[in-house]
């Protein structure tokens, strides 16, 4: 059976002021899904609370290197995905092998203290399955706790959106706290590229964490080769 692939995603349309909008940042999701994809992995979209996902008007803005959002958008199958996922209460996490959190500020909100997320990150990671975010999906790890009441994070090297990104995106004001320096309060060993936006992946076992944006694609290919070496997926 090919590996099943959990990818969660924000619920959350805007930030504390109402008129200051965010939500996914759909290359986020979209860079990853075509990985996995072309891999003939089975994926599922979920939310915390399930139904509508919206999109951070930011990440539509289309690089080049970002076709494969703009394809999602031209795409109502696609699209379709996002318009009522399953919500993380009915997810059975013994039937995924990898959770991969996609960000947008919108993860910041209702990712980190939701318990669903939480015991599907638990449960996927004590079975040996790899545990993976990008950008802002790291907010969904900060709170999650192990079996034996230890933080996942604690003492394990990391990476995602920094505050240095933060401030040069001119949302520092913005944003409901330093995830970067959250991380780091829960015992992480944060690391990030030399330049801010640059692509980078950190792997420390089976959790996999991608800095930004451009580190969607990376952060994906990682998770699959070490699916592959934990023998969660074909060689």
Not at 6 to 28: C, I, M, Q, R, Y
Not at 68 to 86: C, F, I, Q, R, V
Request: proline content about 6%.
């Amino acid at each position: 059976m090919s590996p099943h692939i959990l990818h969660v995603v924000t619920n959350t349309a805007h930030f504390d002021d109402p008129s200051e909008k965010t939500g996914l940042w759909l290359s986020e999701l979209t860079h990853a899904w075509e990985v996995f994809e072309g891999r003939g992995f089975e994926q599922t979209i979920i939310s915390p609370v399930g139904g509508y996902v919206p999109l951070d008007p930011r990440s539509l803005k289309f690089p080049a290197k970002e076709k494969t959002a703009e394809a999602w958008l031209s795409g109502p199958a696609k699209m379709s995905l996002l318009g009522d996922t399953p919500r993380a209460a009915d997810v059975d996490a013994a039937d995924y092998d990898a959770v991969y959190f996609a960000g947008g500020h919108g993860a910041m909100y209702d990712f980190p203290d939701n318990v669903d997320l939480q015991r599907i990150t638990r449960e996927i990671f004590e079975a040996s399955g790899v545990v993976s975010a990008v950008c802002h999906g790291y907010c969904g790890l900060l709170n999650t706790r192990l079996s034996d009441g230890s933080l996942l994070l604690d003492g394990r090297e990391i990476t995602g959106f920094s505050w240095l990104e933060e401030k040069l995106v001119l949302v520092d004001k913005l944003v409901p706290y330093d995830v970067e320096k959250q991380s780091k309060e829960r015992g992480a060993s944060y690391r990030k590229a030399k330049l801010p936006f640059a692509p980078f992946t950190v792997a420390d076992g089976t959790l996999i964490t991608g800095q930004n944006p451009a580190s969607a694609k990376e952060t994906a290919e990682r998770v699959a080769e070490v699916l592959a070496t934990v023998g969660r997926a074909d060689a």
